[in-house]
């Protein structure tokens, strides 16, 4: 058992712990983070319950993108587990109209060209338009995503376009909230954060300058002091 508290990070698509890894060596001397994988799951809820069934009875979670859904799933399915919430450059709304079409697109280019299109496809615009072209910076990014393949790929993005509808969940929050986004991210807008955060009682909204959707490898130390007070909050 961890004689420190216990923080769940949630990765999204095609992310694993790597993503993480300025906050699991960062928040080490006073939380014990730990990232669960996701690819092979084809379902949000399932994800959800995965995490449930590895963690301790009490714990934090932190959810990025698709990890960010699989956070409120979480909350729907067992909130008395949760010590303190964040969910970061995501959303909480149902399937978009059109969303389909523009999923299978990216799913028919990976099956088509391999993993390098669709990270060369799909990367650099979730990334700050100053970093799209610093190799030292995206190559490890694009190592991620050549991990994966376009089968799991795909079951992550089953996963998505049948994700439940977490509006409803976003009032029942009633544990430490925290909702953060990049400035500049162009996935998943400022805007929609702050409804998120209106909506859930007593949250805080972090917004982070310079940065795009990857807020915790693109502003790793600001991410991780606001992780760190956040952590400090009484349960």
Not at 45 to 63: C, K, N, Q, Y
Not at 79 to 105: H, L, N, S, V, Y
Not at 124 to 148: E, G, K, N, S, W
Request: hydrophobic share 45%; charged share 25%; proline share 9%.
């Amino acid at each position: 058992m961890s004689a420190k508290p216990v923080l769940y990070m949630l990765p999204g698509l095609l992310c694993d712990e790597t993503v993480f890894a300025p906050q699991i060596h960062g928040l080490a001397d006073a939380v014990d983070v730990r990232a669960p994988r996701f690819l092979g799951f084809d379902s949000l809820t399932d994800m959800a319950r995965h995490v449930l069934e590895i963690g301790p009875e009490r714990f934090s979670i932190a959810g990025f993108s698709m990890g960010g859904r699989v956070a409120f799933e979480i909350m729907r399915l067992a909130p008395q587990r949760i010590e303190r919430f964040c969910a970061f450059d995501t959303g909480a709304g149902p399937k978009a109209d059109g969303e389909d079409a523009k999923r299978q697109a990216v799913i028919d280019l990976a099956y088509r060209e391999g993993m390098a299109a669709l990270a060369a496809a799909w990367l650099p615009p979730m990334i700050h338009p100053d970093r799209r072209q610093d190799a030292t910076f995206m190559q490890p990014l694009v190592d991620m995503v050549l991990r994966a393949t376009p089968e799991l790929h795909e079951r992550q993005i089953r996963a998505l376009v049948n994700r439940p509808d977490a509006r409803p969940v976003l009032p029942t929050i009633r544990c430490p909230a925290l909702i953060a986004c990049g400035r500049e991210d162009e996935w998943s807008p400022v805007a929609q954060h702050e409804t998120m955060a209106a909506a859930i009682p007593g949250a805080r909204l972090a917004v982070f300058e310079h940065c795009g959707h990857f807020l915790p490898v693109e502003q790793p130390q600001a991410f991780n002091d606001a992780l760190r007070a956040w952590m400090a909050l009484p349960a």
